[in-house]
């Protein structure tokens, strides 16, 4: 008897099972084995009860695996473990599939195309969300790094495919299997259409090769992510609790002592203080409503400068607000377009703090590298508030400037800013983001 351990079991005589957790976004290493499988004619089970954390750590399994890793096959003759291992594995199962090719050249090609795979295009994408999702320390220079490998993988699997529909030959091999559950990792949690649209052919050919029958039987219908996660906080290991020392029995209370205060009004004096008020809230009321301003900007859909401009101008209170320009100081940084454009909405992200407080545009600005970024902000007070200074370590990566509103050019520049007015400075965007 012969099992696969990740959550997949399929049969065929005799039994293959596969260990591995469940069909979620992440077993895209179990994937390779099922959709093998389908193509060989092969029938692979999940491992019935598998669950990990708990199933990976028994003696029994770390005889298969030694280091507790899924997906793991268990054949007749043996586990498996290595996700690329075990659909070769499968692939081999029955001699009269193509999935290896039909000839030796062909057989070199799959294997080149599967090393490339897993080197240039998985372990960038792993790199790159990882950090992200706190399973190690989060470094933008790291990240920038990462996503630049990967264009410049995807951009030379994008020139390949500009003449193939395959990898190799004119039908599926295995090396397409491989190929498409990475691409499937990268599609379904980082890579959204704004990053996926440099690479048309590799578009093309990953959404042909999820809509075969035998890869949607797999993985279902795919949808492509429209949101890059967030970056999550390292967990910290948990601390070994402390053991108090023992306490000698104290001296019985002279007479004249205070007594003991009772336990409720001891936890009345203990209590924290409340925390202070924001200073903006203490500032004089102002006659502008910024939800009102917000509202008025996302409900504004045509005569934008008649309607959104005028009304934002009617609202404005210079004594309860001000403007600021903000221009990026490291904009030769600024090469990778999709770096670009994660950093600024990493920006917007970690300045959420400040949303009861600010407006703001944020444009990216260029047809080429490097890009420019700058923005627009409209702040409570008459300073940037020094809270998000505090808080938000982006501020410090642009360069402030207050709006004279009594100069023309600088007003007007604040209207285009607003509207997305394009050409920007002489310029195109690349994308405008707002703020509110």
Same mark, same amino acid.
């Not at 260990?19 to 390779?32: R, V």
């Not at 996700?83 to 193509?98: F, H």
């Not at 300073?383 to 207050?402: A, G, H, N, R, S």
């Given at each position: 008897?012969?099992?696969?351990?990740?959550?997949?079991?399929?049969?065929?005589?005799?039994?293959?099972?596969?260990?591995?957790?469940?069909?979620?976004?992440?077993?895209?290493?179990?994937?390779?084995?099922?959709?093998?499988?389908?193509?060989?004619?092969?029938? #692979?089970?999940?491992?019935?009860?598998?669950?990990?954390? #708990?199933?990976?750590?028994?003696?029994?399994?770390?005889?298969?695996?030694?280091?507790?890793?899924?997906?793991?096959?268990?054949?007749?003759?043996?586990?498996?473990?290595?996700?690329?291992?075990?659909?070769?594995?499968?692939?081999?199962?029955?001699?009269?599939?193509?999935?290896?090719?039909?000839?030796?050249?062909?057989?070199?090609?799959?294997? /080149?195309?599967?090393?490339?795979?897993?080197?240039?295009?998985?372990?960038?994408?792993?790199?790159?969300?990882?950090?992200?999702?706190?399973?190690?320390?989060?470094?933008?220079?790291?990240?920038?790094?990462?996503?630049?490998?990967?264009?410049?993988?995807?951009?030379?699997?994008?020139?390949?495919?500009?003449?193939?529909?395959?990898?190799?030959?004119?039908?599926?091999?295995?090396?397409?299997?491989?190929?498409?559950?990475?691409?499937?990792?990268?599609?379904?949690?980082?890579?959204?259409?704004?990053?996926?649209?440099?690479?048309?052919?590799?578009?093309?050919?990953?959404?042909?090769?999820?809509?075969?029958?035998?890869?949607?039987?797999?993985?279902?219908?795919?949808?492509?992510?429209?949101?890059?996660?967030?970056?999550?906080?390292?967990?910290?290991?948990?601390?070994?609790?402390?053991?108090?020392?023992?306490?000698?029995?104290?001296?019985?209370?002279?007479?004249?002592?205070?007594?003991?205060?009772?336990?409720?009004?001891?936890?009345?004096?203990?209590?924290?203080?409340?925390?202070?008020?924001?200073?903006?809230?203490?500032?004089?009321?102002?006659?502008?409503?910024?939800?009102?301003?917000?509202?008025?900007?996302?409900?504004?859909?045509?005569?934008?400068?008649?309607?959104?401009?005028?009304?934002?101008?009617?609202?404005?209170?210079?004594?309860?607000?001000?403007?600021?320009?903000?221009?990026?100081?490291?904009?030769?940084?600024?090469?990778?377009?999709?770096?670009?454009?994660?950093?600024?909405?990493?920006?917007?992200?970690?300045?959420?703090?400040?949303?009861?407080?600010?407006?703001?545009?944020?444009?990216?600005?260029?047809?080429?590298?490097?890009?420019?970024?700058?923005?627009?902000?409209?702040?409570?007070? /008459?300073?940037?508030? /020094?809270?998000?200074?505090?808080?938000?370590?982006?501020?410090?990566?642009?360069?402030?400037?207050?709006?004279?509103?009594?100069?023309?050019?600088?007003?007007?520049?604040?209207?285009?800013?607003?509207?997305?007015?394009?050409?920007?400075?002489?310029?195109?965007?690349?994308?405008?983001?707002?703020?509110?």
């Amino acid at each position: 008897m012969s099992r696969f351990c990740s959550d997949l079991k399929h049969q065929l005589p005799p039994l293959f099972s596969l260990s591995s957790h469940g069909a979620g976004k992440s077993n895209k290493n179990a994937y390779k084995t099922l959709i093998a499988a389908e193509y060989a004619g092969v029938l #692979v089970e999940f491992a019935p009860n598998f669950e990990m954390g #708990v199933s990976n750590k028994t003696p029994e399994f770390l005889k298969m695996n030694p280091i507790g890793k899924i997906p793991v096959l268990e054949t007749p003759d043996g586990p498996i473990f290595e996700s690329n291992a075990i659909a070769r594995y499968v692939t081999r199962l029955k001699g009269d599939n193509t999935l290896y090719g039909s000839s030796l050249i062909d057989y070199a090609h799959i294997e /080149q195309w599967i090393d490339f795979s897993s080197l240039e295009i998985d372990a960038n994408l792993i790199k790159w969300y990882s950090p992200r999702m706190g399973r190690a320390p989060y470094l933008p220079p790291a990240e920038e790094t990462a996503i630049a490998a990967l264009k410049r993988a995807l951009g030379a699997l994008n020139t390949y495919l500009a003449s193939n529909t395959y990898l190799v030959g004119h039908s599926v091999t295995l090396a397409d299997i491989i190929m498409t559950c990475n691409l499937y990792f990268g599609f379904t949690n980082l890579l959204v259409k704004s990053f996926t649209s440099e690479f048309p052919h590799v578009e093309r050919y990953f959404w042909t090769l999820v809509n075969q029958p035998n890869f949607r039987k797999i993985l279902g219908q795919v949808k492509q992510t429209e949101a890059i996660p967030p970056v999550q906080s390292a967990k910290k290991p948990s601390q070994p609790k402390e053991s108090k020392p023992k306490v000698k029995d104290e001296p019985k209370k002279e007479a004249n002592q205070e007594p003991e205060k009772p336990k409720e009004e001891a936890e009345e004096e203990e209590a924290p203080k409340p925390k202070p008020k924001n200073p903006l809230d203490l500032l004089p009321p102002s006659k502008m409503i910024l939800d009102e301003w917000k509202r008025l900007y996302s409900n504004t859909k045509t005569n934008f400068r008649e309607v959104a401009i005028k009304g934002f101008w009617d609202m404005y209170d210079p004594e309860g607000y001000s403007l600021w320009f903000c221009d990026y100081k490291y904009n030769d940084e600024n090469t990778v377009s999709f770096v670009t454009l994660n950093k600024v909405g990493g920006f917007l992200q970690r300045m959420d703090l400040a949303r009861k407080y600010a407006f703001g545009k944020m444009l990216v600005i260029g047809s080429e590298p490097p890009f420019k970024v700058k923005g627009l902000w409209l702040f409570r007070g /008459q300073e940037v508030p /020094q809270f998000v200074i505090d808080e938000c370590y982006d501020m410090e990566l642009y360069e402030w400037t207050k709006v004279d509103i009594s100069d023309e050019a600088q007003k007007e520049r604040v209207n285009q800013m607003i509207e997305d007015f394009e050409p920007f400075e002489g310029e195109p965007l690349l994308d405008a983001k707002c703020f509110k």
